[in-house]
């Protein structure tokens, strides 16, 4: 019988990868998705696909549907989205994870959450391994983002230990790629529009702070590979590993200055006439993250293989063909 | 008009004493419990004073009531209750915030959150201000219940800074006293009853490990005295703070090792045969904590009071009055 998958979030960026490569993989796929940050456009192309369907519907409210698998990908992840309404995104970490845990012991279904690098916070150890706690104020302005997954993995945890329900969890690192939201604040995706559009490039401080960015389709196949992993063989290796939850760090660890990201925005759009320019520091500035993914090689024999400019080329190739369609705006 | 006040969890140890002295002070008092770890007996001497109202519910599901000042108690806190059922325990603290401040938004009620010392995890400074950011595993035995009270410090900071909710919180570090449940596993009330009922009194490790005791009335008059304070006095208390936030860490800073603390309890209880023995550290040992409560003491003219000699002697009263009554099996 034909595996039946849920993705909510699945009309965001990385879930409307993830629906796309399930379909292309023969796989029924279910996305739920209430539109605050995710897009018809993002999903348009599956519409007509017999085993494609789309549910207009908000994570935070119960739901109910027979599933196989289950990837719960809701919630706003861009500081510029996710601070709109810091209410609503704890929320929809919190009940979103608390629904879907609900259905999944009530149906049997497996359960895939994404947490993400945020929960270790402003890190103090470089790279972080999964076993590393984190560094994160509860009472701060990114709070509702970072208290939210934290506490979606704590459910994910405690549904495990007490149901038995068959979670697996992984934490996303800075990630890109084509059907990222254009506004969204991200550092690639305004180098990429600054450039498109020929506004000056702003690079905060003096450009030398590193990043390390993932391509979304590294990330994709490593979602798969550990989904379609069976139980058993994950708690044998967290056992060996002496860990108790199934929870893996995924991105890429090669780290680029922002300037050179910069740079080589603008060489990939030759015709550009932006100029690079230096504002100061912002308070709120993202911290420097850089994965640890030993135990992802070892789970799953998996590792990055795009890099930057194999990636760029192709985040640039989707935001210069929507850009013509005044794709900025329309967001 | 006379105040009204909801207290959730009121039935436990320390809602039952804030009840008590809320009533002695003329105000009109409902408490709300669901009985898990509450107990009937803790209010057993409210009940006829026609100021007074029990309503047996559980936080979790939404609630409605018209209250001037409501305090949010209600979370088993003890490792071995919270442990029992961890998925109720994080829902718990997560939802039973997530309704009051809902109710709170709705009728312009005062909220008051009690959080804890936990948020500060295994701290990795001594003593803890409240700036400290803690040391938390999101996916460990004890995360069910110290995530919970993170998120719910995030979910109060997000609807004061949102929609303006008038939130104040408090993170309380080990408090003891009358009313304490006596098979709650933490070191005064076992102390207590291993004495009472002539077992061996059992340290773990050399016994040098210190702690810090909190007499309840001392928290008490903390509560009242924050609760009572005007908004704008708090909001421009904290503004000359740089913190954004109003959260103040109430406890005892005075330290003792656990063996003063079993030498002690033998001290007052004269006619016990207990003996000291020694067992080894287990591996889920609560950790060292002593706060600091410089902001109590500036912003609410605030210090304990009550020596651990004179509050011990107390909770011996308590427990030896109670245990005639073959109190440690009724509960």
Redesign the interface.
């Known amino acids: 019988m034909t595996k039946k998958v849920l993705i909510t979030g699945g009309a965001g960026f990385i879930g409307s990868h993830l629906a796309r490569r399930l379909l292309a993989d023969g796989l029924e796929v279910t996305v739920m998705d209430n539109l605050f940050t995710g897009t018809k456009a993002n999903i348009y192309a599956l519409l007509d696909n017999p085993r494609f369907t789309f549910i207009l519907h908000d994570v935070t409210q119960p739901f109910w549907g027979q599933f196989d698998e289950i990837y719960n990908l809701a919630c706003p992840a861009s500081p510029i989205h996710y601070q709109r309404?810091?209410?609503e995104t704890?929320?929809t970490s919190?009940l979103g994870m608390?629904n879907v845990l609900e259905l999944a012991l009530k149906t049997k279904a497996k359960v895939f959450y994404t947490s993400t690098s945020e929960?270790y916070?402003d890190p103090e150890i470089h790279p972080q391994p999964e076993s590393y706690?984190?560094?994160?104020?509860?009472?701060?302005m990114r709070?509702?983002y970072d208290?939210?997954k934290?506490?979606a993995?704590?459910?994910?945890?405690?549904?495990l230990?007490?149901?038995h329900v068959d979670v697996r969890m992984i934490r996303i690192f800075n990630t890109y790629g084509p059907n990222m939201h254009p506004q969204d604040g991200r550092v690639i995706s305004n180098f990429i529009m600054q450039a498109l559009n020929n506004r000056d490039i702003t690079l905060y401080g003096d450009g030398s702070q590193t990043r390390s960015f993932q391509f979304v389709d590294d990330l994709i196949r490593a979602m798969q590979a550990f989904m379609n992993l069976e139980q058993s063989t994950i708690t044998a290796f967290y056992h060996s590993k002496q860990m108790?939850?199934p929870?893996l760090n995924i991105g890429n660890p090669d780290e680029y200055t922002i300037k050179e990201l910069a740079e080589e925005t603008l060489r990939q759009i030759p015709e550009s006439t932006s100029q690079l320019v230096y504002m100061p520091l912002p308070k709120d500035d993202p911290k420097r993250r850089k994965p640890d993914i030993t135990l992802a090689g070892e789970l799953l024999n998996w590792s990055p293989r795009i890099p930057l400019r194999e990636g760029l080329a192709k985040a640039i190739a989707y935001f210069s063909g929507n850009n013509k369609e005044n794709f900025e705006n329309s967001r």
Chains 1, 2 share one sequence.
């Open positions: 309404n810091p209410v704890i929320k919190f608390m929960i916070g706690w984190g560094n994160v104020n509860t009472i701060g709070s509702c208290e939210g934290r506490a993995e704590t459910l994910c945890a405690d549904y230990r007490e149901y108790n939850m929870v």
